[in-house]
């Protein structure tokens, strides 16, 4: 399967007139009538959203292991008790992206940060509040975009030189993605199914994440 060149689009193209389905199994074009029309429509996939957290002034959210680990350990605790999914997810020094499935986002991460904000300045002997809230969110409603997004979150190390490469920072959800699994599933619960179901396998998943990485790598140089 390729993967969909975001780039190759122009500007005059309307996203609705595209066709996906080469990619994410989600568009095909038929001639009827001298008229273009779309058959075998796949629903726009409402209820996925983007979030991000951010420190305060920038400040870090994170100053050690167990930190990491807590954080994941109440977002996998309040994920559950909304019936709510993750497909992804990084946590940097100071901010944090997640890729979320759930019918009440914003409630959510407001407990998560509240409580975390809780343990956090208990353990660390500190006073106040360090993350902002509401919560940045944003529905994320195309397939296409869905991974787009989460390329975006596990390329996020490598871009601000933190890593290497995808295995080499230990606070993403990729390691869930791979054969081998992640560390960290003794904290949270990962759904891999957005990879899986857009990907014959994870090597042309993680093929598609190179692809995608050189091209913001390419962007960044010319910024």
Known sequence: MDYFDFQSIQKDELLEDLDYSRYFG??????QDGQA?????KKDDH???KVALRGMGGCAIFSEKSDYEKFLSLLDKFV??????VYGFVLMTNHAHFLVRSTCT?????QVVRAYIGYYCAHHKLSGKFIALPPYITEVWRVNWQVKELMYMLNNPIL???ASKWSAYPYTSYGFYTEEGSMLSKFIDVDTGLVARNFASFKQFRSALRKELRSELSLKSIK
Do not use: C, I, W
């Open 26 to 31: 989600g568009f095909r074009r038929t001639q």
């Open 37 to 41: 029309k779309r058959a075998g429509y």
């Open 47 to 49: 209820g996925v959203y």
């Open 80 to 85: 559950k008790q909304y019936s709510s999914v």
């Open 106 to 110: 914003e409630k959510l991460f407001s």
């Open 160 to 162: 601000a030189g933190m």
